[in-house]
């Protein structure tokens, strides 16, 4: 069965710095990956997402992830953080047999000024 | 323009109480879902509709019944609500589903149940 861990349940970075969301993949097949952000009492937004090509993915607010087949890890990356970025932030990985999200535990990030 | 919205925002009601919420996406997808947030913040799938078909039914206890009149809706009826039912209930809709369905997943708001 699929299955996402993000290792860390909290990420403090000062603003300006670069940041690191990790998760780390198990899927049979290829893997469909997908970073959301929740803001407090809010739903998830979409970020990016691979299916395929290109390793790096870039994606909404200059967050971007490399994905990285033989560590299994699709890490969610920023080169320079907004105390705005503040949020929490859930990696997912696709059903390859269906097309429901399995979501990891979730990372808070905390970036300060 | 919302895209997936939910009703009501919020819900406080009894145990044993029937309750349902609505969901509703104007993006023309033609699969939608609902997830379940618990207090750890933890999401799981509960079901999911394709073309008003249910594609994906989750570990739910059936007193949790999904309907979808259109594509455009997909309803969460809840019978004899316990306190373990509250949660945070997400919709969320995308376009494709089944193997081949790549495309992403686009959440609604949310709805915050709490049953006392």
């Known amino acids: 069965a699929q299955s996402v861990a993000q290792p860390e349940d909290q990420v403090n970075v000062a603003e300006g710095n670069p940041l690191t969301v990790k998760c780390t993949y198990s899927?049979?097949?290829?893997?469909?990956l997908f970073w959301y952000v929740q803001y407090p009492n809010r739903g998830l937004q979409f970020l990016l997402k691979y299916i395929t090509g290109d390793n790096l993915v870039k994606g909404s607010y200059g967050f971007e992830a490399e994905f990285n087949k033989s560590q299994t890890s699709f890490h969610l990356k920023k080169p320079s953080a907004l105390v705005s970025d503040s949020a929490l932030y859930f990696c997912a990985v696709r059903d390859p047999y269906g097309n429901k999200l399995v979501f990891g535990a979730g990372t808070i990030l905390r970036v300060k000024s | 323009d919302t895209a997936v919205s939910q009703t009501p925002k919020y819900l406080v009601t009894q145990m044993g109480n029937d309750k349902s919420i609505k969901c509703e996406q104007n993006?023309?997808?033609?699969?939608m879902y609902w997830y379940k947030q618990d207090s750890k913040k933890f999401l799981k799938i509960m079901f999911s509709y394709n073309n008003k078909e249910l594609i994906i039914n989750e570990t739910v206890p059936n007193r949790f019944s999904p309907k979808s009149p259109d594509k455009a809706h997909l309803n969460l009826h809840i019978n004899s609500l316990e306190l373990g039912d509250s949660a945070v209930y997400f919709c969320?809709?995308?376009?494709?589903?089944?193997?081949?369905?790549?495309?992403?997943?686009?959440f609604g708001p949310g709805t915050r149940l709490t049953v006392l």
């Open positions: 969320a809709s995308s376009q494709g589903g089944g193997p081949r369905g790549t495309d992403t997943q686009y």
């Open positions: 993006l023309g997808h033609d699969t």
């Open positions: 899927v049979s097949g290829n893997p469909y």
